[in-house]
């Protein structure tokens, strides 16, 4: 497998995604295959978000979207919960260091769950990255697709209430601009690692048009050579 990105780069014919969003799964599988506790895989999964970033950005994608935690993720033990959200500490403090590489970072998900100490964190990474104009990096934590357009449908009738809008200019563009992904182009390549075919409430607005391209491996193996294969993916499938 070809793990670095150099056969993009040099092909001229191939056309990079402007928006790749990542379901970051099989993180538990992969430690249990190993024989260690479930906690060391959601540690060994940090490992890829940082390599595949560079890649991404390198290539000139956009939007990066990493999908890491569900709405539905509460309902794991409080135990793997806890662990994981101190992990999110730990990486949105680690991309604080990372400001200079010129990424923006953005969470998308619903803050109001989330640990004071976690918020910190997140605005804090945003508000660093916010004048950076290379790729966006979407963070997805706390996030379901069902409740970002429920609080869409909420905040448009809020303004209609108002009469800050009126029902004749709502469209598609207006309803868009209520996502949390306001502003960014619509997703074009879906990546689910570790062979589930589920969407898991993930994007479904953005994603109407995107192509879905799914890998056995476990996300903590997801090595450049698999980006390699998706974009090679996105490029052989007819739009
Ligand atoms: C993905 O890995 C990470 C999160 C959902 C937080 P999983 O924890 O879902 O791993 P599997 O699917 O049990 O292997
Ligand atoms: C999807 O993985 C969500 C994330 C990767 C964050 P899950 O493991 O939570 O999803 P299901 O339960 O297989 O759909
Ligand atoms: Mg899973």
Request: glycine share 6%; aromatic share 10%; charged share 25%.
């Amino acid at each position: 497998m070809d793990n670095s990105i150099k056969g993009l780069l040099n092909d001229n014919n191939i056309k990079i995604p402007k928006h790749i969003a990542i379901i970051c799964d099989g993180n538990g599988r992969w430690a249990k295959e190993k024989g260690l506790p479930r906690y060391l895989g959601h540690k060994a999964g940090t490992d890829p978000i940082k390599t595949i970033t560079k890649a991404c950005s390198e290539l000139g994608v956009e939007v990066l979207t990493f999908y890491v935690f569900s709405t539905e993720n509460w309902n794991r033990s409080k135990q793997e919960v806890n662990f994981l959200m101190n992990l999110f500490i730990e990486f949105f403090i680690k991309l604080q260091n990372e400001v200079g590489k010129n990424v923006k970072v953005k969470h998308i998900g619903n803050m109001d769950s989330l640990s004071s100490k976690l918020i910190n964190e997140i605005k804090k990474t945003e508000k660093l990255t916010e004048n950076n104009s290379g790729m966006v990096l979407n963070v997805a934590l706390n996030y379901g697709s069902r409740s970002e357009m429920t609080n869409a449908v909420k905040s448009i009738i809020s303004d209609m209430n108002n009469e800050n809008l009126r029902n004749d200019k709502i469209d598609e563009t207006l309803i868009n601009s209520y996502m949390y992904t306001s502003g960014l182009p619509d997703v074009d390549l879906i990546i689910r690692t570790s062979g589930e075919r589920r969407i898991s409430n993930f994007l479904l607005w953005q994603s109407a048009k995107a192509k879905l391209w799914i890998t056995k491996y476990f996300w903590p193996d997801f090595k450049i050579g698999h980006l390699n294969e998706a974009i090679k993916f996105y490029n052989e499938i007819d739009d």
